[in-house]
């Protein structure tokens, strides 16, 4: 056993570096060292079919529970198959909101809703980014956004950046509200049978103070850009109208009820006995329906790089969790927290916190939710507590850099494209201080309310 040990967390060591590298694909990296866990840990050095098969989890699509569950379950050990149907069916829905023209639409139409004022649309947007990524990948929302946010700004006068480094960081608070607004929190809540309204009222709870913290630390922040920004009156003819943004009228308004339907579904699966996965499946089948004429071409432009990606993570922290190498890491946690739960929140919560500024928060939330479920049981502590710390650290620790979450590289990315470069000091000058802001006040607001 020992043996496999030493082979697990090599192979997860190096597929952790190959990552932060940035040198090769993300998905080829993490289906190697998958493989590799399968073939020399769980294999020969384990020689345990058993294991691959749990690893592999493919009996998970033939169970019921799988597709409809009467309570909240979690999944087994291995690839969270939920995961995946579940990111791939969002994905789908959002090219089919993307192909009708929503977001350009919603971003027009809130920036004519406030007038064209600079401020009131600064406000105004970084609200719009934090309420979007509760239901979509923050990458989508930044994408359109911070396109949209340049656009108004060549046309307005005033400089994009703050606004987009406040969209940003907004986007990745606003995905921690919900079990759908982030990777990390898909992969916790379907792993442990938290639903979405379990994320709502609790991790929702702390976003929802986080944002109104956030959104006057960052007017404060940049109070002088945008009093400069505040010119003469801006001519309404100039401005492109909502409108011109919708392609096709009855294509948009399917594309609106099936966000509805979508959010619906989502919110009352712990009641219906739906399980993530079948949600998944109809929202997908749903959008492919509408759009039977552009069915190929939505599903060519789904992200199946990212789905390959968490295929490949899950096999490797599978190996972790097969080898009792994430118990022995639990056994360490507990021994220096000395079962005090208050010292457990506090060491997840900012390790996930720091971990997830420089590296993708991802693979850190995977390996971690073993860990605090053996930390749980062991140590006699209520998991939900630590989830909600390893979900606000993971979601809201990836702001501080601008490699820490996807959403930051995409934005920064459409900025520079548009001639307004964001270097990393611009960067981390506003995003540091409210990171950590936000997650002291989070991890306060989690020992009052749990500890």
Avoid at 67 to 75: F, K
Wanted: hydrophobic letters at 55%; a neutral charge.
């Amino acid at each position: 056993m020992i043996l496999a040990q030493i082979l697990a967390v090599t192979i997860f060591v190096v597929m952790f570096l190959l990552v932060v590298m940035d040198k090769f694909e993300r998905h080829h990296i993490t289906l190697a060292c998958g493989a590799a866990t399968l073939i020399f840990v769980l294999g020969l050095a384990m020689h345990s079919g058993k294991a691959i098969w749990e690893t592999l989890n493919l009996s998970s699509f033939f169970t019921v529970d799988f597709w409809y569950a009467a309570e909240e379950t979690g999944t087994s050990a291995g690839i969270n198959w939920s995961t995946i149907l579940f990111i791939l069916g969002m994905m789908i829905m959002v090219e089919g909101m993307a192909k009708a023209g929503f977001f350009r639409w919603l971003c027009l139409e809130l920036a004519k809703l406030v007038r064209y004022r600079t401020v009131p649309l600064f406000l105004a947007f970084m609200l719009l980014s934090a309420v979007l990524a509760m239901f979509i990948d923050s990458i989508t929302v930044i994408l359109f956004l911070a396109a949209v946010t340049v656009e108004l700004a060549k046309l307005l006068k005033f400089n994009p950046i703050p606004m987009i480094l406040s969209e940003i960081f907004c986007a990745n608070l606003g995905g921690s509200a919900t079990m759908c607004g982030d990777p990390p929190n898909i992969i916790i809540g379907t792993s442990l049978g938290f639903s979405f309204i379990d994320f709502l009222m609790n991790t929702g709870m702390i976003a929802g103070i986080g944002l109104v913290v956030t959104v006057l630390y960052f007017y404060l922040a940049f109070r002088k850009e945008l009093s400069a920004a505040g010119g003469s009156p801006v001519d309404p003819a100039t401005i492109p109208a909502p409108e011109s943004a919708i392609a096709n009228k009855p294509d948009f308004i399917f594309s609106c009820v099936i966000f509805l339907a979508a959010v619906a579904l989502l919110a009352t699966h712990s009641i219906t006995g739906l399980t993530v996965s079948l949600i998944g499946v109809i929202i997908a089948l749903a959008t492919l329906l509408v759009y039977w004429k552009y069915a190929l071409e939505l599903l060519k432009k789904v992200d199946y790089k990212t789905l390959l990606f968490f295929v490949g993570l899950f096999m490797v922290v599978g190996g972790l969790e097969q080898t009792g190498v994430l118990e022995l890491l639990a056994d360490f946690i507990g021994k220096i927290s000395g079962g005090n739960l208050m010292l457990m929140v506090a060491i997840i919560i900012w390790l996930s916190t720091i971990v997830s500024a420089f590296v993708d928060n991802i693979p850190f939330a995977a390996t971690m939710l073993p860990v605090i479920k053996t930390l749980a049981a062991t140590q006699g502590v209520d998991l939900s507590t630590l989830a909600w710390a390893l979900a606000i650290g993971t979601d809201v620790g990836g702001s501080a850099t601008p490699i820490g979450a996807s959403a930051n590289v995409v934005g920064t990315s459409v900025a520079s494209r548009n001639g307004y470069f964001i270097d990393w000091k611009t960067y981390c000058k506003t995003a540091v201080p409210a990171t950590f802001l936000v997650i002291t006040i989070s991890m306060l607001i989690i020992f009052v309310r749990y500890c």
